[in-house]
């Protein structure tokens, strides 16, 4: 079966274009008559071609799943804080609670466990640092096979992305502390 449409390919590509870049009969015959000499593994053509879906659905698979893990990580925190109200009979009660030492340490304990700006900065860092690294390594395999140069491009175009984010991202949390500071001491006092 394989055989056969290599023949339709050669034939088609032989009627597309009748003088190939100044190819004699007898050359063109000749490689005609190669190629269906040597036809492809099925095996593996289907392979070559599943390849690249199969890396985009892994994309897609793992952003799935993160998206899903931060789903049911709010999911969790907003059913803790339903219940934890619906132990209040007042509102009293709850401003009570508010006011204690311990409720304070416990729901500091509990806004410490979210990612911060810090967090989003060193995670972004982190992430620029393992692609970029892993796209100079595919780089470097390009060098001796071929088929990783694309790979290896998008990998470090990434990484390059995550970190000139993170650096922005940087400059800009640190302008904003500077305004907010220049704001409070600007603030009339009261």
Do not use: C, Y
């Not at 190669?34 to 879906?53: C, K, Q, S, Y």
């Not at 890396?55 to 799943?65: P, Y």
């Not at 893990?69 to 804080?81: G, L, N």
């Not at 071929?146 to 800009?172: C, D, E, K, Q």
């Amino acid at each position: 079966m394989a055989h056969l449409e290599g023949t339709r390919f050669v034939s088609l590509l032989l009627q597309a274009q009748p003088n190939l870049g100044g190819l004699t009969p007898e050359q063109i015959q000749q490689i005609a008559l190669e190629a269906l000499r040597r036809p492809g593994n099925p095996v593996t053509d289907t392979l070559a071609m599943l390849v690249p879906f199969a890396f985009f659905a892994t994309i897609l698979v793992i952003s799935w799943l993160l998206l899903r893990h931060r789903q049911t990580r709010m999911q969790a925190r907003a059913e803790f804080h339903k219940q934890l109200l619906d132990k209040f009979n007042s509102g009293p009660e709850f401003a009570e609670f508010l006011e204690s030492k311990g409720s304070q340490r416990f729901l500091g304990e509990l806004w410490s466990q979210s990612m911060g700006p810090k967090d989003r900065v060193l995670n972004a860092m982190r992430n620029g640092i393992v692609l970029a690294v892993l796209g100079l390594g595919l780089l470097g395999l390009s060098l001796t096979r071929s088929g990783f140069l694309v790979p290896a491009v998008l990998a470090l175009a990434l990484g390059v992305g995550f970190l000139v984010s993170t650096v922005i991202s940087h400059r800009l949390s640190k302008q904003w502390d500077q305004n907010q500071k220049s704001d409070r001491e600007n603030a009339p006092v009261a």
